[in-house]
């Protein structure tokens, strides 16, 4: 062991002051912890304050030291609570102060901390980075929800491995508890407890292999330092000497071998997070409620006092947020939407769009996108009916389709000669001019018309009637939707790409030759083109 260094003056001079702090706190059976504490803070006011003795110091000195710890020292606000519990203990236990002299001082509030968790595939990547002793502590830690001084002070008559439970003796209140021993712990347990009592056995044979005991166990059972059951689970590399028994002693390992190992692990996996041994029983509280188990039964687990400590971890149940949806998430899409518009730029795959793509665009050219995924009506106006059945305005000067051919006036006809893609459907009369082609429309061979002595009646030009389908009115412009793309967007003349199914088309007869006497030709009938067959 390194010597500790020479203390000051001021402190030497106040060596039965300590004296009586270590008596005051040994009285009242105080942690070890707490009485380290308290003597620091102690030594800390003293030299402060020095060379100024002890009984010259009052409520002043303790309040010009307390705004020192939060103004220039900046120290947290439980450390500052600690400091002053430990002039309050000086002052009031061991000088024997009333409290009303020393006077009554504001504690800091302590901020709401939330604990750091890892998740599941955080804390394996942790484990995975570590090897030997330091692991299998680590795994104690997590899979039992353990303190850091509860796991390097277990002795081996507080494993139960047929039962799968450890008992911890001692712990943070004085408190002795029972939790689980993890399934998979249970054999390597098993081997590392066998090769530490094969180290126990070989320092017996060197004259060694006691160990330190609680309270006044070495004078009640004088053997019971050299028994296995009272050895530690994770001994130390090395002896030291105790000078009060003159014997060489292994005390168990120290709390800062297995810091440095999780601290390491954890950069090595890369974590963000500000992981250390603690962070692993705030791990095992949280995926105990995850998965489900009561609170009350995670503190019995944990050792809590109140259940209002343990209620801390229930910050998990709230899944980010309190459960609420983020108004981002439904704005955004993770994926671009479908280009419906020729003049929308394009855009990279699996980019989020800004918000310029949530609102209409403005400009000449485009029109607003309706707030629903049905188009309106007035859009309608340039489009053809997504269905292969014809409106019902459509069909006001139409008969109904028949499987049956039409009277003695198409006997003549033949059969169709040239499939064409589907089309809205309008009469046209037999006698008069065939409609005009679409640009886009591939050309028909159709045979001249007969030539007859009267001259054929004009058909009149077609137009947008309240029983008839729209024609399309270029002036206007095409409407643009977002989602989801209407199925065609063409004009009422181009064909659309899905209509392919045959359609029955008419075919004049060839031309006479025998001469006619001129009489008055009847009226064409109405040739009604029957829908289209969905595609095989």
Request: hydrophobic letters at 35%.
């Amino acid at each position: 062991m390194h010597p500790s260094p020479p203390k000051p003056a001021a402190l030497v001079a106040h060596a039965s002051l300590f004296q009586r702090v270590h008596d005051a706190i040994r009285r009242r059976h105080y942690s070890p912890r707490t009485e380290e504490s308290y003597i620091r803070w102690i030594e800390r006011f003293l030299l402060f304050h020095a060379p100024r003795p002890i009984a010259e110091l009052g409520h002043a000195d303790i309040e010009l030291f307390l705004n020192d710890l939060a103004t220039v020292e900046h120290v947290s606000a439980s450390t500052q609570n600690q400091g002053l519990a430990a002039l309050l203990f000086l002052f009031v236990r061991v000088l024997g102060v009333p409290l009303d002299k020393v006077g009554d001082f504001a504690r800091a509030k302590r901020p709401e901390r939330m604990p750091v968790v890892l998740t599941p595939m955080e804390v394996a990547a942790v484990l995975d980075r570590m090897s030997g002793v330091p692991q299998l502590m680590t795994y104690l830690l997590y899979g039992s929800g353990l303190r850091l001084m509860e796991c390097c002070r277990l002795r081996a008559k507080d494993l139960d491995l047929e039962r799968g439970e450890v008992l911890i003796r001692d712990g943070k209140g004085q408190k002795d508890r029972i939790t689980m021993l993890p399934l998979r712990l249970i054999e390597p347990l098993r081997l590392h407890l066998e090769e530490t009592r094969a180290q126990h056995q070989d320092d017996l044979a060197q004259g060694a292999g006691t160990v330190e005991l609680p309270d006044a166990l070495d004078r009640k059972l004088p053997n019971a330092n050299r028994e296995w059951p009272w050895q530690w689970v994770f001994p130390a590399a090395r002896h030291y000497f105790h000078t009060p028994t003159q014997c060489w002693r292994r005390h168990h390992l120290h709390e800062t071998v297995l810091q440095r190992a999780v601290h390491h692990a954890a950069l090595a996996a890369g974590l963000t997070k500000r992981a250390g041994c603690h962070t692993f029983r705030h791990s095992f509280a949280t995926h105990l409620l995850e998965n489900g188990y009561d609170i009350r039964t995670i503190q019995e687990l944990l050792g809590h006092r109140d259940v209002a400590t343990t209620m801390i971890y229930t910050h998990v149940l709230n899944r980010g947020g309190r459960g609420v949806r983020s108004p981002l998430d439904g704005m955004f899409r993770l994926s671009p939407p479908p280009r419906t518009d020729p003049f929308d730029p394009p855009r990279p795959r699996g980019s989020i769009p800004g918000p310029s793509a949530l609102r209409p665009p403005t400009g000449e050219r485009w029109a607003a996108a309706p707030p629903s995924s049905q188009p309106p009506l007035a859009a309608l106006a340039g489009m053809a009916a997504p269905s292969s059945q014809p409106p019902p305005a459509a069909l006001a000067g139409m008969a109904a389709p028949s499987s049956q051919p039409p009277p003695a006036a198409l006997a003549g006809m033949a059969a169709p000669s040239r499939r064409l893609p589907a089309t809205p459907v309008l009469p046209v009369r037999v006698d008069g001019p065939p409609p005009a082609k679409s640009s886009t429309a591939p050309p028909v061979n159709r045979p001249p018309p007969a030539t007859s002595s009267t001259a054929p009646r004009a058909n009149p030009p077609r137009q947008a009637t309240a029983s008839g389908p729209p024609v399309e009115d270029r002036s206007l412009p095409a409407a643009r939707y977002s989602e989801p793309p209407p199925p065609w967007r063409g004009r009422l003349s181009d064909p659309r790409p899905s209509d392919l199914a045959p359609r029955a088309e008419r075919v004049l007869p060839p031309p006479s030759t025998a001469p006619t006497t001129p009489k008055e030709s009847p009226p064409a009938p109405i040739v009604h083109r029957p829908p289209p067959r969905p595609p095989r």
